[in-house]
């Protein structure tokens, strides 16, 4: 095995504070990440993009882009992989593909809510708001939102729009 060398430890001065200079990217540990996402859709591929600017700007990452989709080739592909997390857009509570591994996992679809799973996700109480908004500025009076009860975003784009509605003394 090969040696690395250590990073240099000594204090940086950065506009007026002292910081530890920046590891090279030959010493830092290589995380590899599972990114398991729909890349048809544009906001999955916007999020991608912001992986990786992350990427660019923090840590090396080796990253293994899985569409979903393909179940069964993605659970045995899965099992053998050797990584450090995952990132997918969950879709179902009880996903047996992201629990069979016990690896750290975030999602970004927003879909359901999974106790102990992070949610990285647009505003979806705002996205409602706007949309209000919107309406309300051009005039209109009455108002419906058709929602999908059983997605999580939906529900909170739901409760963005009423909101914004009721401010205004309206109904929905």
Request: hydrophobic fraction near 40%; charged fraction near 25%.
């Amino acid at each position: 095995m090969a040696k690395t060398r250590k990073a240099n430890k000594r204090p940086v001065e950065t506009e007026s504070r002292a910081t530890r200079a920046p590891m090279s990217a030959a010493t830092r540990r290589v995380r590899h990440v599972a990114l398991i996402v729909d890349t048809a859709v544009a906001p999955r591929r916007q999020m991608l993009r912001g992986v990786a600017q992350y990427i660019q700007e923090h840590e090396p990452w080796a990253v293994y882009l899985k569409p979903v989709g393909v179940e069964k080739a993605l659970r045995d592909w899965l099992l053998h992989w050797e990584g450090d997390g995952i990132i997918a857009a969950v879709h179902e509570p009880d996903n047996p593909l992201l629990k069979q591994r016990g690896l750290p996992v975030v999602d970004v679809a927003g879909a359901i809510t999974l106790p102990g799973v992070p949610l990285i996700h647009a505003n979806d109480f705002s996205i409602g708001r706007v949309g209000a908004e919107h309406l309300l500025e051009r005039g209109f009076r009455h108002f419906g939102f058709l929602e999908q009860p059983d997605k999580y975003w939906s529900v909170r784009r739901r409760d963005g729009f009423i909101s914004a509605i009721k401010q205004k003394g309206h109904t929905c």
